[in-house]
């Protein structure tokens, strides 16, 4: 205490002095304790009347003088008898003197006086001697002290605190912030052997005493409450059962320690405890170990036996129950105690220990062993330290668990939070969280997105994305605006995954929580929205979009976390959204009665496909293949609106001169209901008169730029741009004219959106849907540079989703949807040894004549040779007795490991109700087929281009008399109809794979009911093998290989002859 009653006297005069001494002798009970912290004294008075807080700062000034500062609740405010009182009260706690020493001679010199421990420094000295003491939770009888220096501050506090160690003071001249009472408790600390000096015994409770009259020491850390020495209190002793059930003897409610006598630890005292049993009783028990159950009847004997005239409390009888092994459940808690960390323990049948606690728990009286799974508890272990957690060792070890560290920054710990942790806790993990944990994670409801009409459709809608939390809207546009201003403006062009933390962005909320936002959701929004930050919020802090830019929002409902999107406000818009998200399932209309035509299946889908732009007021490219009747689709389009009367005003269609009278000619064959007029010619200004009561007007692109002036002021109802790759240059005047054009609707018609760069198709949305791709600098940006210069997927992938509802596109190939699957299956054969023998024999020989030739005539003109030396080597794979004794030498024919497969597979499918065609190039080979089915009678019927009868084998497979059809691939390849079948087996591949296909194709075609399965037999590192893998990788080759003939000219290199030619792997 830095201040005394001659300082109250001195500061405030005796008058306010003997007010508050007479204020405590009358209602001391009012006073029940003061409260000290540093230079801060804190009380609380509760009087008849009322209850008063009284604050006091007690501080000495440079010039020593103590500088006392005191408020009260009470009418007076400042520095009342109240104050007085709490101070005095203060000095009374401090000496351990009761009230009534302030009408003694002696308690008023002792108050006058400094306490013990406030010795004089001397001036400029600001270093002091801190004690921190720390009982050994091991033994009670053993306190560890700590010397450190530290700064004192003005209030009472203490900064750069480090370790003294005693054996400092002893060398040279000692500090002068070392007194000399310092300097002898330091040389008795000295005097210990240990690392870390201790109290123990007498000479320890002399130490003990020395160091609390210093009023500089603390227990367990600097920052606590400075320790004094308490009152004597009397010791009771009772037997405690621990956390694992043993029993130790304890004598306060407080925690105890064993000097020459007990002591009471608190925070803010150490008390001596007197005890009625004997010294020599209290230090045996003070240093007895934990008496475990099994040793309770023989501990409490010894203690009768040695001290039979006391007393003393008897032991609980504890029982023990040994628990039969079960899976541990584990628990993690995630603590912000002292730092970050993940504490893991582990549950065994409603138990809880930590990683580092002992198999033995207590629980209802009983001690129960239990049989810990060690693997398991591992294995959670190495869970944790695969996510990047490392333990800390200090904190486990005081914590009896394992405590692991992730990071001092949120979002690895947000990640863990939001990713792992759901994951877990379905696996039946435990999770807790204290409320001071640091990065406590907010768990978003969901998603939202809300649209507000501006005003007139020119003013566009307002448009906010965001995440509602416990019922509450946050809007994340603004932050994400802030965000973006923050990148620099050099970076703004690249992908956004790499501007984006790995782990995701945080936003931090008031309350101290964090939103953690998923990366990709966060990339998604901002790419979708802002067309890499261009636009701007308004002064509601939402996004201005166009009508056209609303379909943007569709992607915003494909969430790439499958987290769903709330949309408020604008129904029918979400509405629009969500139809062009699943703009397959757009409803069928009926054709219109004039057209003079019978759609097919894919062009009633362009129908219908028409008709929803139109619905919905959107434009779009019909960019079907050539030849599949784009024009008769647009035809049907613009009679049905004819026919429903909203066709109030003419259509117009720009086309190229060629296709000028081909519109004609077609709406003339389909649609004659429909006014068509056709603007061209010399003569033409003079059907501008009237052109508004036609149905159909029919222009091309060189007129629309000399007629701008007569178009330009007519309504039309729809405009159509045929091959509308003539405006994929945006800075044409052409394409600008078409702009400017003023129609409710817009199509364009092209096979190739795109001829040269995604620039042109930029152009036509352009012209279809303003705004929808962003400015051309922000689409060259986002989208052009990317994907034609780094090939970015990702950015060709959002591009294709973003004009996927607004571009048709069908294929010849793609027109027949109604077919079933077609499952492609490789089957490969190893070679018996008389087989590899004989293909490595051909393999070597023709290898050695195909160098030779080669070296003599060059590699182009050597084509015949390796096409026969190749054609030899597939024989030996398909059936060694294709090849003739000649070449074959000395080396036996031997069996077929091909056909083998083949005979095995040929009966089990049969036996299925399987269908089957057999291809094999080689009528040869269909002959030793022919006799391996009819040695296993199985029937089958053969075509070759010998057969004179077509008809019927193909009638007997078609009505089902025989399962098996044997083709020969040049034969029956193309031209059949063999629907019945459902497997396909190409007994020896085919090089070009087109000619598969087609091949297969008699069977997967119109007409198909049953799924197809093609087979590919393979003989194993052979050349069969190394062409399919070359096929994939070099087109050019297969194309070489298609006609044995070497009609076409393939492209050999070396590597190819070494490939091909390389021996049997």
């Not at 209030?155 to 005693?166: F, T, V």
Request: glycine share 6%; with cysteine.
């Amino acid at each position: 205490m830095i201040h005394t009653l001659k300082d109250l006297r001195e500061r405030f005069g005796p008058a306010w002095l003997e007010q508050g001494s007479h204020f405590l002798k009358n209602h001391a009970a009012f006073i029940p304790q003061v409260q000290r912290g540093g230079a801060l004294i804190t009380a609380l008075i509760n009087t008849d009347q009322q209850q008063l807080r009284v604050y006091v700062r007690v501080q000495m000034d440079p010039g020593k003088e103590v500088q006392i500062n005191g408020e009260c609740s009470c009418s007076s405010g400042q520095n009342c008898s109240h104050v007085a009182a709490v101070l005095i009260k203060a000095l009374l706690d401090e000496q351990e003197m009761p009230t009534e020493a302030l009408d003694t001679t002696e308690g008023s010199r002792r108050l006058d006086r400094p306490a013990k421990g406030a010795e004089d420094y001397p001036p400029g000295v600001h270093q002091r001697l801190i004690y921190l003491l720390r009982p050994d939770p091991t033994d009670p009888s053993r306190i560890e002290v700590e010397p450190r220096c530290a700064r004192a501050l003005k209030n009472g506090g203490y900064s750069d605190d480090r370790i003294y160690e005693p054996a400092w003071a002893q060398r040279g001249t000692p500090p002068r912030f070392l007194l000399k009472t310092d300097l002898d408790i330091l040389a008795v600390l000295n005097q210990g052997e240990a690392i870390k000096p201790s109290l123990k015994g007498k000479s320890g409770e002399q130490l003990l005493r020395a160091m609390l009259e210093t009023g500089r020491c603390h227990l367990g850390h600097i920052s606590g409450k400075t320790l004094r020495l308490g009152k004597p209190q009397s010791a009771t002793p009772c037997w405690e059962v621990d956390s694992i059930g043993n029993q130790r003897i304890r004598w306060h409610e407080r925690a105890t320690i064993f000097l020459a006598s007990l002591w009471c630890l608190e925070s803010d005292r150490c008390t001596p405890l007197a005890s009625d049993l004997s010294g020599a009783l209290v230090e045996e028990l003070a240093a007895m170990p934990p008496v475990t159950p099994e040793q309770v009847p023989k501990v409490t004997a010894d203690l009768q036996k040695r001290f039979p005239d006391t007393i003393l409390p008897p032991l609980r009888q504890i029982r023990v129950e040994q628990r039969p092994p079960v899976a541990p459940r584990p628990c993690l808690h995630l603590s912000g105690q002292e730092m970050p960390l993940a504490c893991l323990s582990f549950e065994y049948h409603d138990i809880r220990i930590g990683t580092r606690g002992a198999p033995l728990q207590f629980k209802d009286g009983t001690q129960v062993h239990l049989i810990r799974d060690e693997p398991a508890e591992q294995h959670c272990i190495e869970r944790l330290i695969s996510l990047g957690f490392r333990i800390h060792e200090g904190l486990s070890r005081e914590r009896a668990t394992d405590c692991f560290s992730l990071a001092d920054e949120p979002l690895p710990w947000l990640d863990f939070q939001s990713r792992q942790l759901p994951e877990w806790e379905t696996q039946g993990w435990r999770v807790t969280r204290d409320k001071d944990f640091p990065h406590r994670l907010a768990r978003p409801d969901h998603w939202y997105s809300e649209l507000e009409p501006l005003g007139t459709e020119a003013d566009g809608h307002g448009v906010s994305v965001g995440v509602v939390l416990e019922g509450q809207r946050i809007n994340l546009l603004p932050v994400l605006v802030q965000w973006l201003h923050e990148l620099p403006p050099d970076r703004r062009g690249e992908r956004l995954d790499e501007l984006i933390h790995e782990h995701g962005m945080i936003v931090p909320l008031e309350d101290g929580r964090h939103l953690l936002l998923s990366r990709n959701r966060v990339r998604q929004i901002v790419e979708t929205l802002f067309e890499l930050h261009d636009s701007k919020l308004d002064e509601m802090q939402h996004l201005r979009l166009n009508r056209f830019q609303l379909a943007r929002l569709a992607e915003l409902d494909e969430s790439p976390d499958g987290e769903p999107l709330q949309w408020l406000g604008a129904e029918a818009l979400h509405s629009l959204a969500e139809t062009l998200r699943k703009i397959e399932s757009i409803p069928a209309i009926t054709p219109p009665a004039g057209l003079r035509a019978e759609l097919r299946p894919y062009q009633q889908q362009g129908l219908d496909w028409l008709q929803f732009l139109r619905t919905h007021r959107l434009g779009g490219i019909l960019a079907d293949d050539m030849g599949l009747g784009k024009t008769v689709q647009t035809l049907a389009h613009l009679l049905y609106e004819k026919e429903q009367g909203r066709l109030d005003s003419p259509s117009l269609v720009v086309a190229p001169t060629s296709l000028m009278t081909n519109w004609q000619r077609e709406a003339q064959r389909f649609a004659p209901d429909l006014r068509t007029r056709v603007l061209h010619g010399p003569q033409r200004h003079e059907l501008f008169e009237g052109m508004g009561k036609q149905d159909l007007l029919i222009t091309t692109y060189p007129l629309l730029l000399r007629d701008q002036d007569r178009l330009l002021v007519q309504e039309y109802h729809l405009l159509i741009l045929d091959e509308a790759q003539a405006i994929k240059n945006p800075k044409a005047k052409v394409g600008a004219i078409a702009r400017q054009l003023n129609a409710r609707h817009r199509v364009c018609l092209t096979g190739t959106p795109m001829e040269n760069h995604l620039g042109e198709l930029w152009s036509l949305f352009d012209f279809l849907l303003p705004g929808l791709l962003g400015e051309e600098h922000q689409f060259r940006r986002r989208c052009r540079k990317p994907i034609e210069k780094w090939g970015d997927e990702y950015q060709a992938d959002r591009l294709r989703r973003r004009i996927r509802p607004f571009l048709l596109r069908r294929t010849k190939q793609a027109v027949a949807p109604e077919l079933p699957p077609k499952t492609e299956i490789l089957r490969t054969v190893v070679l018996g040894e008389t087989q590899r023998e004989l293909y490595e024999d051909i393999r070597q020989n023709m290898y050695q004549r195909v160098r030779k030739e080669v070296a003599e005539k060059g590699l182009s003109r050597c084509g015949i040779l390796i096409l026969t030396a190749l054609l030899k080597l597939r024989q030996v794979c398909c059936d060694p007795r294709l090849i003739s004794p000649e070449d074959r030498g000395r080396i036996e024919a031997g069996h077929s490991a091909k056909l083998e497969l083949l005979m095995d597979l040929l009966p089990e499918m049969i036996e299925e109700g399987r269908r089957i065609l057999l291809f094999s190039q080689f009528t040869s080979m269909l002959g030793l087929i022919e006799q391996a089915l009819q040695a296993a009678g199985i029937d089958y019927v053969l075509l070759t281009g010998n057969t004179r009868d077509r008809t019927t084998p193909i009638d007997r497979f078609q009505t089902g008399k025989v399962p098996l059809f044997l083709i020969s691939l040049k034969a029956g390849g193309v031209g059949l109809n063999l629907t019945a079948a459902d497997t396909v087996i190409h007994y020896d591949p085919w090089w070009n794979p087109a000619v598969e296909r087609q091949a297969a194709d008699r069977a997967h075609r119109i007409g198909q009911e049953n799924p197809v399965f093609v087979y590919k037999l393979i003989s194993e590192g052979t050349v069969e093998e190394r062409i399919q893998i070359m096929q994939e990788r070099k087109q050019a080759l297969a194309d070489g290989l298609y006609d044995s003939t070497g009609a076409a000219d393939p492209q050999w290199t070396e590597n190819d002859l070494e490939e091909l030619f390389g021996p049997l792997a």
